[in-house]
């Protein structure tokens, strides 16, 4: 064999051995493992819950699932901005949440979604077998207290959500929602300001209950008398926190 074969063998053979080593045990390369039910496993717990798990990745509009379809996998964000959303009967669109890396979205009381799910963002999530997920959290107690808490943490993301809808105004309702992913991303151990604003104006409206000439509109008065800035790349520079608290507040 010729240096150049043997230089072309392993040029080829190199690659392949890292796909092999990520591959067998993907969870253990998270980025944000400790901000998911997996965070807390051991590394022979993990790499059993490695073998159920599949990665899914979607572009900006992909669905991920659609409501009422059968609910057969769970699935953790891992990277990028999913939102979900319910469909009235009259046809308009209610989003329901924004959801980002350590997040978890799927479960169902039935056999069926009840919420549909598309990406905001490129997105990456982790898809597990519904089935087998929920035999290994009866095997693995500390993964299932875990999942309470994320469950504990979208049920105050809902009661959050009511109160946006509630007696806030616009200005109101945008203040909150800009201090809310501030606060969300500084969870995630990122910076709170300046915020990443990736959900497009229709999108934010459907969520506070706001039409989106409501929302351009009010986004534009707030960086006019010099409480945020508009930033490139979807980022709004929270430029005066305090009048944005009060605002929010409503004081």
Do not use: W
């Not at 980002?100 to 490129?122: I, K, Q, R």
């Amino acid at each position: 064999m010729s240096p150049f074969e043997v230089k072309r063998i392993q040029e080829l053979a190199e690659p392949l051995g890292r796909a092999e080593s990520v591959g067998a045990t993907p969870c253990s390369a998270c980025s944000v493992r400790q901000l998911t039910i997996c965070a807390d496993l051991a590394s022979d717990e993990l790499h059993e819950l490695s073998s159920i798990v599949t990665s899914v990745e979607l572009g900006p509009g992909d669905p991920l699932f659609d409501e009422e379809e059968k609910a057969d996998h769970v699935f953790n964000v891992t990277a990028g901005t999913m939102k979900v959303y319910k469909l009235l009967p009259d046809g308009r669109r209610q989003v329901t949440g924004f959801l980002f890396p350590g997040d978890f979205l799927g479960l169902a009381n039935d056999e069926t979604y009840a919420y549909s799910a598309e990406a905001v963002s490129p997105a990456t999530l982790c898809r597990f077998p519904r089935r087998k997920l929920e035999a290994m959290l009866e095997r693995f107690p500390k993964m299932e207290r875990r999942l309470l808490g994320l469950a504990s943490h979208e049920l105050a993301a809902a009661q959050e959500q009511m109160l946006l809808l509630g007696r806030k105004t616009a200005r109101e309702k945008i203040a909150s929602f800009l201090l809310l992913l501030s606060t969300r991303a500084r969870r995630r151990g990122q910076k709170g300001n300046p915020v990443s604003v990736l959900m497009s104006r229709t999108d934010i409206g459907d969520y506070l209950g706001l039409t989106t000439e409501t929302v351009s509109r009010t986004f534009t008065q707030l960086k006019s008398n010099g409480t945020i800035m508009l930033l490139s790349g979807g980022k709004v520079e929270i430029a005066d926190l305090e009048a944005l608290h009060e605002l929010a507040e409503g004081t």
